[in-house]
């Protein structure tokens, strides 16, 4: 099934334009994603391994729940339709605290140029992680990572689990967040 999304201009504005997925990824064109950190008080954070079959990223460890927004949904449609189709919770607009928008591009060999404003947002998980329902077609695992793991996926020092190749301020700016709400 193909994904159309809004297409927008490089100061994250609405073109009028919409186009495939597989479009804005071959020509470049900006387009809003949505970031879905979930964290819990130990403090912890939720990450999902990347489907294998991923065109970026394959297996590596990731937000908690990201995704394209659809052509004409809002910023918070898409991040509650994507936060119910990867890990089955159903969660109130209101449960997501926004963090920022970040304009993000990345070249990759396979060709694809993936320039997004990623639409940033916290969540509290207040379910065990074993009553997630995953979405195995783009997730193969979900589990929380304690600070210290996070930080040595960063460094390069975890024996076991890799995240993505970020940039790696990105994962300490989102730490920071969730103890500024602790």
């Known amino acids: 099934m193909e994904e ?10 609405r073109t009028g334009k919409i186009g495939t997925k597989d479009e804005a990824h071959q020509k470049g064109w900006f387009h809003p994603t949505v970031h879905v950190w979930f ?21 590596d460890w990731d937000v908690s729940v990201a995704g394209h927004v659809s052509a004409g949904e809002s910023i918070l449609e898409g991040a509650l339709r994507e936060v119910k189709e990867e890990i089955g919770l159903d969660i109130q607009p209101s449960d997501l605290v926004p ?4 304009k993000n591009t990345n070249r990759f060999d396979n060709g694809v140029i993936d320039c997004e404003f990623q639409h940033v947002f916290l969540v509290k998980l207040e379910i065990p992680v074993s009553q997630l329902h995953i979405q ?3 997730v193969d695992a979900v ?23 970020a940039d790696m ?10 103890l500024n709400i602790l």
Request: hydrophobic letters at 35%.
């Open 4 to 13: 159309y999304l809004d297409i927008w201009n490089s100061e994250g504005q």
């Open 39 to 59: 964290y819990t008080s130990a403090p912890a954070l939720l990450l999902q391994k990347r489907g294998l079959s991923k065109q970026t990223f394959p297996g």
């Open 99 to 102: 963090l920022d928008i970040r």
């Open 136 to 138: 195995e077609t783009e």
């Open 143 to 165: 589990r929380l990572f304690s600070f210290e793991e996070l930080q040595d996926c960063m460094i390069g020092n975890h024996s076991t689990y890799n995240i993505v190749p």
């Open 169 to 178: 301020s990105y994962y300490q700016f989102v730490m920071d967040a969730v």
